[in-house]
């Protein structure tokens, strides 16, 4: 009895003994997690500051004066000294008995309406037919359905003008709005700035307007209020929400129902607006006859309609919703017309066109062809003959110059850059200072017609308008170089400023021979003298045209300073950080790394607090500013470079170079030369393809290619399984890169393919012991199966709002509840698999299930039965698995109903890999790493997106808010955008999970050094390629492909590094890998 006592008294010591040292290893497991999650982010700040001090020096944004023209800047002063010249300014001509002092008379018109309707394509506003473009084929969606303006054109050309308007990329509407109010040209950087739109520190046409005491009543975008607030008239000024681009209406609403009031029209309102919105216009009689009472206190009137954009955006312009918000922008421009007053003048202008997607941002011809329209009541413009235009722009425009045939292919077309410099001269104002454009020619050359000059002849009212076109356009030019004189990197051309020299000297003898004309009486009556003097004047103005051009181009060259010494601080910092991913993932054994970690935080403290002291201390003393431009910068700087110099110490306190030297020569030797030598090849040519814009350009291509190669490779291996995968692995890529993103169309399609063949049956079969356990199950047939359900009825509620005509015919449910629901079903979706679902796999069972097995058919009451875990040899995995599902379910809602199916062929081939690496015994190599990076990459461009600002799908920034609510807006966008590298980041940690049992190598803090090893691989393999793209991005920085190509695939890869970083510290180490660890280990010791 005692005997036995002090047995069970032992079993139970040697139990708490080993409770103990389970409680120990676990709470060391903990510090060490810790540490890793200290030492990643310090790594990851390393990296962050790299990037800080290349893109400041790479994307800067241009040299603007931040003088303000005033009344005198139209006029230089060498010609105000000039007693000759100044005849032409400020006396009448004895000429003709006229005055051709501009600036001493009232502007033209009293008033202005200027309407802006966003993205109008200017082929949205001419006709087409296959008489009128026989190449080109007539769409129902766009064309013919906005016939207002060319029909007034044609029918009124002594009041109209249409013309075709070019935008300067980059084509977003915050950096068209500052083109067009400043006269200068946008920045790729300042098209980030879009959804943050600030006040223009610079010269601009709304400023003019203010300071010569306009009152300027705005309605419409918001993006107004963000950049000109303190100049509009708040009594009297409307904005609305801009970047809802799922809300077609309500913008429009909004400037329609004060539209007309602010006209003092008796239009009704409610005769135009489309309430078919969630938003509620109430509109009182009180604020009602608030407008009427306001009508008379504007000058100037900004309208700024945006469903045409919003259109564009949500279904691209072949949609049956374009048809609609044309004709609804017609029947305003058409009663607008109507109520204007003899004095005022209308604008009707889009800023930027739109692709075949409805998309913009980028430099295709769709996007940057516009609409530019004027008209008034008053007959001022008298056309000019073609001939003479034609003359006066050197034959570069068609002889038929506004030729609408092939969507007007040959129509003749001005620069957004002109608006200004024409505004400013019709409405008397300074030209802006900054301004780079010219006045548009048919605006000046009908100044002088028989309506306001019935006694001249038509050869003295041409003379009178060739002189009046050059004076204004000299004007212009004089502004242009007096910006230039104030910018210091301009101003020493000497080119352009010779070429404005010799333009001034020709001013002058064409004003002394205008002076002597004038002179003799009898001149008038001496057409030869004339004609010469007239031949004299258009040769000038094709001069000032030529000098105009150049000095644009050389802007656009100089438009951003790059700050080099900048670029190389980032670089190597870039490169440093890719130095210490080397050593840490691959060089040094991840064991050694888990030790090292608490003397790599305690080192890189020590190392920045003595890098700040030194550095700041040089800084301060020494003043070096022709290194860092601020004593913030270089304090940042040595942070970056304590961190570097803390790991670099920590690594060679303990390893000697040689050593080092040693590891980096096996370094191709991981497991199998053969496979080290593919994925060394591999990684150069992914980063040889940022060295060429062709090879840029089809990159999809060029990573199908790499992935069928491995799986041919695979093939090849003598494994019959393997062999099986392999093929499955090669089919899906091949199907995925032949697939684009369907429309919503093929959703019928999609939802029977996705519900039977994929989810059911794919996914499935990789988890047939673990499909058993009631957490696998559970989580995969009542969570997964029925939330893709949920997706499935937002599918098809998209498909009803998209196919209106299906929805009026069968179902006829109200637009404002369809898009209702789909808001709720989006949140319900996402609150289930981000908050329940992590709150589930946090707490929930792990993937496992104890059965019985008898062994012998007569033993009925199981005695001699075995016990069973189903689902232990894939442990790990299947329960990781299950968090990936989490994430899985919100990337297929922000996609197209295509995009989810291929996003369900990502996650198979995915498993494909898996179960080849390990049939192979490959965990230890980094192709399981490189496939999985290629197969984010393979399918970013699969399910619709490239490297361009165009390709953005917006319309996901709006599935969780009506409007921009930070975070919800942000996170949908990075989903959409990066859902398969989020997917592939947290799959990682399946590499070593995968077929691992709790009782093979699962030593808690090897195992989680082993996992965060392949992150760090994933990471060095990232940062190597970033490295490139940055290093070619500033090597082509005057490419002429740099920002349309070279730049956005430079910061694609920016983003994806950051995303890796933020989903693999805390999703992968700080969430998912270290909680299953710990609880695998404490329910097997």
């Not at 006229?98 to 008379?105: C, P």
């Not at 979706?829 to 299930?849: H, N, Y």
């Not at 496939?931 to 461009?941: A, E, I, Q, R, T």
Request: proline share 2%.
């Amino acid at each position: 009895m005692e005997a036995l006592k002090k047995k069970i008294q032992r079993q139970k010591w040697i139990r708490l003994h080993q409770q103990f040292k389970q409680d120990l290893r676990l709470k060391k497991f903990k510090y060490v997690n810790i540490l890793y999650c200290f030492n990643l982010f310090l790594l990851f700040c390393l990296q962050i500051i790299a990037l800080f001090f290349f893109l400041k020096g790479f994307l800067l944004q241009k040299t603007s004066s931040n003088n303000y023209a005033n009344s005198l800047s139209n006029i230089d002063n060498v010609l105000e000294n000039n007693q000759i010249s100044n005849y032409l300014f400020n006396n009448d001509s004895s000429l003709f008995n006229v005055s051709l002092n501009q600036h001493s008379q009232k502007p033209s018109f009293e008033k202005s309406i200027i309407v802006i309707i966003d993205a109008l394509r200017f082929d949205f506003v001419i006709p087409s037919n296959s008489s009128i473009s026989p190449s080109i084929q007539t769409s129902q969606f766009y064309h013919n359905n906005f016939p207002t303006l060319y029909q007034t054109f044609s029918s009124n050309p002594q009041n109209s003008l249409l013309l075709k308007f070019i935008a300067d990329p980059p084509t977003t509407t915050l950096q068209r709005l500052k083109g067009l109010t400043t006269g200068s040209l946008p920045t790729f950087k300042e098209a980030g700035s879009n959804f943050n739109g600030n006040d223009i520190n610079e010269d601009n046409l709304i400023y003019q307007l203010f300071n010569n005491n306009k009152s300027i009543s705005f309605l419409g975008d918001d993006t107004w209020v963000s950049l000109f607030n303190k100049y509009l008239n708040q009594n009297i000024s409307y904005p609305y929400e801009s970047l809802n681009v799922w809300d077609l209406h309500s913008v429009d609403n909004g400037v329609i129902m004060h539209l007309f009031p602010l006209l003092n029209s008796s239009e009704n309102s409610f005769d135009y607006i489309n309430l078919n919105t969630s938003t509620s216009l109430p509109f009182s009689n009180s604020k009602k006859q608030h407008l009427y009472n306001n009508s008379k206190n504007w000058d100037i009137l900004i309208s700024h309609f945006l469903g045409v954009d919003h259109v564009g955006h949500r279904y691209g312009p072949s949609n049956y919703e374009m048809i609609p918000k044309l004709n609804q922008m017609d029947s305003i421009l058409k009663k607008l017309i109507q109520n204007l007053s003899n004095d005022t003048l209308l604008i009707v202008m889009g800023d930027h066109g739109m692709d075949v997607n409805g998309n913009h941002g980028g430099d295709s011809i769709e996007e940057l062809e516009s609409t530019l329209f004027f008209y008034s009541k008053t007959p001022i413009l008298n056309h000019t003959s073609n001939d003479l235009l034609i003359n006066l722009n050197q034959n570069k425009i068609n002889k038929n110059i506004y030729d609408i045939t092939n969507n007007g292919e040959n129509y003749r077309s001005v620069n957004q850059v002109d608006l200004v410099s024409t505004l400013s001269l019709l409405l008397n104002l300074p030209i802006p200072y900054n301004n780079l454009g010219l006045p548009i020619d048919e605006l000046f050359l009908n100044h002088f017609n028989s309506f306001n000059h019935p006694e001249l002849s038509n050869f003295q009212l041409n003379l009178l308008n060739i002189i009046n076109l050059m004076k204004n356009q000299f004007i212009s030019i004089n502004q242009i170089h007096n910006y230039r004189l104030s910018n210091p990197d301009l101003k020493n051309d000497i080119e352009i400023n010779n070429q404005f020299q010799a333009i001034l000297k020709k001013y002058h003898q064409i004003n002394d021979s205008f002076y002597k004309i004038s002179l003799n009486q009898t001149a008038s009556e001496d057409e030869i003298a004339t004609n010469y003097f007239s031949e004299q004047i258009k040769k000038l103005i094709l001069d000032i045209k030529n000098y105009q051009s150049n000095s644009l181009n050389k802007c656009q060259e100089k438009w951003a300073q790059f700050n080099m010494t900048y670029q190389i601080i980032g670089i190597l910092l870039f490169f440093s950080s890719l130095i210490v991913l080397v050593i840490i993932s691959k060089l040094i054994p991840s064991v050694v790394i888990s030790q090292l970690n608490d003397e790599f935080l305690s080192s890189i403290i020590l190392m920045i607090f003595l890098m700040v002291i030194i550095f700041l201390s040089v800084f301060l003393i020494l003043k070096p500013t022709t290194i860092f431009e601020s004593l913030l910068d270089c304090f940042i700087f040595s942070i970056g470079f304590g961190i570097f110099m803390g790991y670099l110490i920590t690594i060679f306190d303990r390893y000697s170079l040689s050593w080092l030297k040693f590891q980096i020569k096996n370094f191709a030797k991981d497991n199998d030369s053969d496979w080290s030598f593919t994925n060394i090849a591999s990684l150069i040519i992914l980063g040889f393809v940022y060295t060429s814009n062709s090879l840029i350009i089809w990159e999809n291509k060029i990573v199908n290619i790499l992935l069928i190669t491995y799986g041919v490779l695979l093939k090849k291996i003598n494994y019959n399984l393997a062999f099986y995968h392999s093929i499955s692995f090669i089919i899906v890529q091949r199907l995925s890169s032949t697939v684009k993103v369907c429309r919503e169309e093929q959703i019928n399609f999609n939802s029977k393919l996705m519900k039977k063949t994929l989810i059911k049956n794919s996914i499935k079969k990789y988890f047939i012991d673990n499909y058993q356990s009631a957490s696998f199950k559970l989580w995969f047939q009542k969570f997964f199966i029925r939330l893709s359900y949920l997706v499935l009825v937002y599918w098809f509620l998209e498909y009803l709002e998209v196919n209106q005509d299906v929805n009026v015919n069968f179902f006829k449910i109200s637009v404002n509840i369809i898009k209702e629901f789909k808001i709720w079903i989006a949140r319900i979706i996402f609150f289930i698999s981000m908050v329940l679902g992590s709150i589930a796999w946090l707490k929930g069972p792990l993937c496992i299930k104890l059965v019985s097995s008898n062994a012998d058919s007569n033993d009925i009451n199981g005695k001699n039965s075995k016990k069973i875990l189903l689902g232990y040899n894939n442990l790990f995995g299947s329960t990781y698995f299950l968090l990936i599902l989490n994430f899985l379910i919100m990337i297929l809602l922000v996609n197209k109903p295509l995009g989810g199916i291929l996003i369900l062929l990502l996650v198979i081939q995915i498993l494909t890999v898996l179960e080849i690496i390990d049939i192979l015994n490959l965990k230890d190599n980094m192709i399981s790493i490189i496939l999985l990076n290629l197969l984010g990459l393979s399918y970013f461009y699969s399910t619709g997106h490239q490297a361009t600002i165009s390709s953005i799908q917006w319309e996901y920034a709006f599935m969780l808010s009506k409007s921009i609510r930070f975070p919800f807006t942000h996170f949908t966008l990075i989903l959409n955008n990066f859902g398969s590298f989020i997917l592939v980041s947290i799959s990682i940690a399946l590499i070593k999970f995968w077929k691992l049992t709790p009782m093979k190598e699962t030593k808690p803090i090897s195992l989680i050094s082993k996992i965060i090893e392949n992150w760090l691989t994933l990471l060095m393999i990232q940062t190597f390629l970033t490295l490139i793209s940055m290093i070619m991005a500033s090597h082509f920085k005057r490419h002429l492909m740099v920002w349309k190509i070279f730049t956005p695939r430079m910061l694609m890869n920016l983003l994806i590094l950051i995303i890796m970083n933020v989903i693999i510290l805390f999703i992968g180490i700080f969430f998912g890998v270290s909680r299953l660890i710990y609880k695998v280990n404490q329910v097997f010791g």
